[in-house]
């Protein structure tokens, strides 16, 4: 039987370490409040001109392919997951393909926001079993820096996250104890405004009778992001912390367990839980859900905030380089965010 294992991984984080006190320059907060609230001490910001999404993901890339034995003319196709993309069209996946001189092979772009690792491990595990690739690169990568609101209007969103990339190259294995076991993907859109940045967008203040959008006497041309839109702050994410919250600390300990299940697991069996960093307060929820022990789970938010797409694998990668995870472990990965979409994937490593 055919499985995808992961050949090589690697992260990158941006030189600028970003704390909690530089925040207090243009907000008002405290190291206090966001330690205790969000477990976050410091984040990395990406140099603001001199780096976007797509350069850190190559980074990260460059590591993982070297990695896995292999070059990035040997990879024959690339999965991007971000929620920051250089451009807002095309996306980044074509971006690294030519950053990276590889070959015309298939570059496809994932919006999944914090589940958008899992969903794009989950595409390029299909492929790999399928047998249409060999070489699949999966990246991860965020540049929020760039977007957020550094107002005190903002700082509910802002002091949670933080710039990054991390990325793995899948290649398939007929060993029979190792490589990903099953992924597992869902999604409730009935939340979708909750954990959101409207605009710019075509959604015309469509689906609820909030306005996310205003107009008024806008012109065609101006309507995609207008002049009253910037004025109104109206281009920042929004976030209901509280509800994400809720949600969050039931569907990632409900995704794990449907994973251990359908591969006639426990919780006791897991050798490494790498949760996707919302918030330490949420991952402890879930490792208190699930009885794991701390040694059971990697946690690094304190360092890097959240990083989207990119936490996953910035979280696997240091875990891995630290010798938390070694060959015939049990690693699982979860994750939650907006959209709401959820996801969860098991490993024998
Ligand atoms: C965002 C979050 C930390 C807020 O914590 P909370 O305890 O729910 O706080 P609330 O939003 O209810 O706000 C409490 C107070 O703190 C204030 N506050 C918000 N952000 C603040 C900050 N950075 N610094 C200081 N005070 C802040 C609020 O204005 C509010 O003040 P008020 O009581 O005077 O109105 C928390 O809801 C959370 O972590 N949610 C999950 C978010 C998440 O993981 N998102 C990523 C999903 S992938």
Redesign the pocket.
Known sequence: MVRSKIAGLGFYVPKNVFTNED?KNY????DE??QE??GVKERHYADRLGETTTTMGVEAAKIAIERAGTTAQDIDFIVFATLSPDYYFPGCGVLLQRALKMKEIGALDVRN??SGFLYALSVADQFIKSGMYKNILVVGSEKHSFGLDFS?RG???????GDGAGAVVLQPTTKERQGILSTHLHSDGESAEI?AMYNPGTHANHWTPQAYAKFDDAAMGELFMSHTMIDEAQNFPY???????KK?IVKMPEAVEEALAQNGLTSADINMLIP?Q??L??AQFVQQKLHLRDDQVHNNIQKYG?T?AASIPIALCEAWEEGKIKEGDLVCLA????GFTWASALIRW
């Open positions: 925040l907000m008002d907060t405290s409040w966001i609230r969000t926001q914090c005190t700082r509910n969103v802002t002091v949670i996250f954990l976030m209901d912390g509280p509800a994400v919250f969050a996707h919302a918030n307060r949420i959240n989207t994750a939650f965010g907006s």
